[in-house]
């Protein structure tokens, strides 16, 4: 069964300051992985989705980087702002399943 | 475009009541998911829906029951509300699963207290 953990749980890091997520799964037979960003009593949004052939993405502010072998992906948020604030869960699927096992998230609390 | 529509946005049931979470989307997509978040814990797959008639279950579907009449709909049954369901669910959608590149949309969230 996939594992999804993440580490810390929550962050909190002044304005300006570069953010650094971490995620790990148990089965490196994934298909892709995925970042999404959740606000308080919203729904989820993806923002960084990393096919299993791939080492990284890159969106704006958001890079994020996977090694399969090791199990690990980190998302990088460059220049954090106070709207950057908010839960950033992992998502890894297996082979061409559409089913994602979810990592618990990080808190991110970006302080002006 | 509303995308991924939930309702209720928030519900109070007592123990041994019954009630249906709706959701609908507007996106044309085949397939469609419910899941479940606990406080301090990642999302988990209650069941899915991979079109119109066909339902199956997920990680953990006991206590729950699903639909699927159309392409729009998928509506989530608690048929004995018990305090383990306390919980906030999401409905996501796609339009297949597993495309190179494809995500889940999903749902604003429906908060559930069973008391």
């Known amino acids: 069964k996939q594992e999804v953990t993440q580490i810390p749980a929550a962050l909190s890091v002044p304005e300006g300051e570069n953010l650094v997520l971490n995620c790990s799964f148990t089965?490196?037979?994934?298909?892709?992985l995925q970042w999404f960003r959740q606000d308080p009593g919203k729904g989820l949004t993806s923002l960084l989705l990393i096919q299993s052939s791939q080492r990284e993405q890159t969106s704006g502010r958001l890079n994020a980087s996977l090694d399969k072998s090791s199990g690990r992906s980190t998302l990088y948020i460059a220049a954090s702002q106070p709207g950057d604030s908010a839960t950033y869960l992992c998502?890894?699927?297996?082979?061409?399943?559409?089913?994602?096992?979810f990592g618990a998230g990080t808190t991110v609390t970006v302080r002006a | 475009n509303a995308g991924v529509t939930q309702t209720p946005k928030f519900r109070i049931l007592k123990i041994g009541q019954s009630m249906t979470l709706q959701c609908a989307q507007d996106?044309?997509?085949?397939?469609m998911y419910w899941y479940r978040q606990d406080p301090g814990m990642g999302l988990k797959l209650i069941y899915y829906?991979?079109?119109?008639?066909?339902?199956d279950k997920g990680e953990v579907p006991n206590g729950y029951n699903v639909s699927r009449s159309t392409t729009e709909d998928f509506p989530l049954r608690l048929e004995l509300a018990a305090p383990s369901q306390t919980s906030v669910y999401f409905c996501a959608s796609s339009y297949r699963g597993g495309l190179v590149g494809e995500t889940q949309y999903f749902g604003p969230g429906t908060r559930l207290l069973v008391l």
């Open positions: 998502a890894v699927s297996i082979a061409n399943d559409y089913k994602l096992s």
């Open positions: 996106m044309n997509h085949n397939y």
């Open positions: 829906s991979v079109g119109a008639g066909i339902t």
């Open positions: 089965d490196s037979a994934i298909y892709n």
